[in-house]
């Protein structure tokens, strides 16, 4: 827990606006993203057939979208936002391995690795200080 603490004392005084951006950026992307699968559920469906045969086909297609579109809110808006991001991480890490298992885009490879290692930075970066979780956190 002490580590925690220590990485958001860091992380807050080392917070930059253009990282906030980042962050805000992600969120609208992911939302958007999830938005076009709920739109396209049959786009859905045949991104993750490669990984349909081996099971819980039906699972994915109810977690995906609404984990896109309630993650990239939150993490827009920087509330719960490293629970947000690892909510995400699944999904990225799937879509990586889609893109290997499937039919190789390397426009949506480079797309999914780069979102993937932004979702890790703010992993651990966290919301930073223009978020909910710094607002919360500083009423106390």
């Not at 920087?78 to 947000?84: E, F, V, Y």
């Amino acid at each position: 827990m002490e580590n925690v603490k220590s990485l958001n004392k860091w992380a807050n005084s080392h917070t930059y606006l253009p990282v906030d951006l980042v962050r805000i950026v992600l969120g609208v992307f992911l939302f958007m993203k999830g938005i076009s699968f709920v739109t396209n559920a049959q786009y859905l469906h045949d991104l993750i057939s490669p990984i349909d045969q081996y099971g819980g086909g039906m699972f994915l297609l109810h977690y995906i979208a609404p984990a896109h579109m309630i993650g990239g809110i939150m993490i827009v808006f920087g509330l719960l936002t490293r629970w947000a991001i690892a909510a995400q991480l699944p999904i990225l890490f799937g879509a990586v391995l889609v893109n290997f298992m499937g039919h190789m885009h390397s426009e949506s490879l480079i797309l999914a690795v780069v979102i993937l290692l932004l979702c890790i930075f703010f992993l651990f970066y966290g919301g930073g200080k223009h978020s909910a979780d710094y607002y919360f956190k500083m009423q106390q």
